[in-house]
C-alpha cells in the first residue's frame, strides 16, 4: 500500500525492486554509509549518492542519458560522514587518559567484524594480532562492528562483550570514534569495507588474511569446496554494471514477495 519505497542499498534488493517497479511504487535507493556494497545494478527511480567521486564514475562510464543524470541522480551527502565532520568533541588529553594510550605511540585502530564471525578462528587471530601490538612501537585500539554495538548476529552466543582477547585491549566506545579516527594513523580489519571511509578521511588500512576470511565466509554459503586462491592468481572485476528497471525483470520471482508479505 505505499506510494514510496526508500532502501539504503541495493544489495540483496532485487525482488524489491522488481516488486516496486511492477506495482508502479516510486523507489528511492540511499547509497548513505561508507560501502562497496554492489548497489550500481540498477536505475531506481531516484538514486542519492552519498559523494561525488561515485557520481562521476557513474558518468565516466556513460550507461545513461543526460537526462537521467539530472532528474534521476543526486548527491545529497551522507549522515555518517557528518557525524564524524561535525563532531567537535575532540578532547585528546581526556581520550589518551580514557583509552589508557600513550601519546609517545601511534594508534592503530582494529575495526571488528559483526558477532556473526565471532568463532574460535576470530578469537584466535585478534589474541595474535594483540600479542604483536604489545610488542610494537603501535598501540591498538578496538572499534566494534556496529552489529556488534547493537547487540545483533551473535549466531555463536557468546557473550561478546566480555571475550578473552577484550581483556586489557581498549575498547572504542561509539561516540568517541571520530575523535579516534581523527587522532589514529590507520586500521586494520580481517574483510569489511571499512577502507572506503578510513580512505575519505586520508587514513591507510592494512588488511589481515583478507582472501582467506572472504573464501571461508563463502564455503559457508555454498554447496560447492571453494579453495583459496593466491592473491598474485585473482582477478578482480571492477566494470559497474549498470541496467535499468525493464532488464531485470525478465523472471517473476518477485512475485514471491506478494505472498511474504
Known amino acids: 500500500d ?5 532502501a539504503g542499498s541495493n544489495r540483496n534488493n532485487e525482488l524489491l525492486v522488481k516488486f516496486c517497479k511492477e506495482n508502479s511504487i516510486f523507489l528511492v535507493i540511499q547509497k548513505n554509509p561508507a560501502s562497496l556494497d554492489p548497489d550500481t545494478n540498477i536505475l531506481p527511480d531516484l538514486y542519492l549518492l552519498n559523494n561525488k567521486d561515485f557520481y562521476n564514475r557513474l558518468i565516466k562510464f556513460k550507461y545513461f542519458s543526460k537526462s537521467d543524470y539530472k532528474k534521476k541522480i543526486k548527491v545529497t551527502g551522507s549522515l555518517q560522514y557528518l557525524y564524524i565532520l561535525r563532531s567537535k568533541k575532540l578532547n585528546p588529553n581526556y581520550f589518551y587518559k580514557k583509552y589508557k594510550l600513550k601519546k609517545t605511540k601511534k594508534i592503530i585502530i582494529f575495526f571488528g ?13 585478534m589474541k595474535e594480532i594483540k600479542n ?10 578496538y572499534k566494534p562492528h556496529p552489529s556488534e554495538y547493537a547487540n545483533r548476529k551473535n ?29 589514529s594513523s590507520g586500521g586494520m580489519s580481517f574483510l569489511g569495507s571499512i577502507s572506503y571511509e578510513l580512505n575519505l578521511f586520508k587514513k591507510p588500512i592494512i588488511y589481515v588474511d583478507r582472501l582467506r576470511w572472504y573464501y571461508e565466509e563463502a564455503n559457508q554459503w555454498s554447496t560447492k569446496n571453494l579453495k583459496y586462491i593466491p592473491r598474485a592468481s585473482t582477478n578482480y572485476n571492477t566494470k559497474l554494471n549498470l541496467h ?18
Not at 505505499?2 to 526508500?6: K, S, Y
Not at 562483550?161 to 581483556?167: E, V
Not at 566506545?173 to 571520530?178: F, I, L, N, T, V
Request: glycine share 2%; proline share 4%; charged share 35%.
Open 2 to 6: 505505499a506510494d514510496i519505497v526508500i
Open 113 to 125: 567484524e559483526g558477532p556473526q564471525y565471532f568463532d574460535e578462528k576470530y578469537l584466535k587471530s
Open 132 to 141: 604483536i601490538f604489545k610488542k610494537s612501537n603501535f598501540q591498538l585500539l
Open 155 to 183: 549466531i555463536h552466543k557468546r557473550n561478546i562483550h566480555k571475550l578473552s582477547f577484550k581483556k586489557d585491549l581498549p575498547i572504542c566506545s561509539e561516540e568517541d570514534y571520530p575523535t579516534a579516527l581523527k587522532l
Open 244 to 261: 535499468s528497471f525493464k532488464e531485470i525483470l525478465k523472471d517473476g520471482k518477485h512475485n514471491q514477495l506478494k505472498k511474504e508479505t
